[in-house]
């Protein structure tokens, strides 16, 4: 993932991400050139101080980009 992120194939809320340690949270759209956009749906932590992460893919929800 950080080499889709070092080669500008990756954006959160339509911005490139140019650093893979960027925070996400609760309803972030991250799309990847080639390979479609999710929704961060939940980030929890774990008892051992990690990360749990829950997505969601739909493709009719992500399916156009907003007009800017």
Known sequence: MADL????????NWRPVTKPSVELKKGDIISCTGKGRLEITEVNTTKKGKYAVEMEYDPAKHKLCPQS
Not at 6 to 11: A, D, F, I, Y
């Open 5 to 12: 992120v070092k080669g500008n194939n990756v954006r959160v």
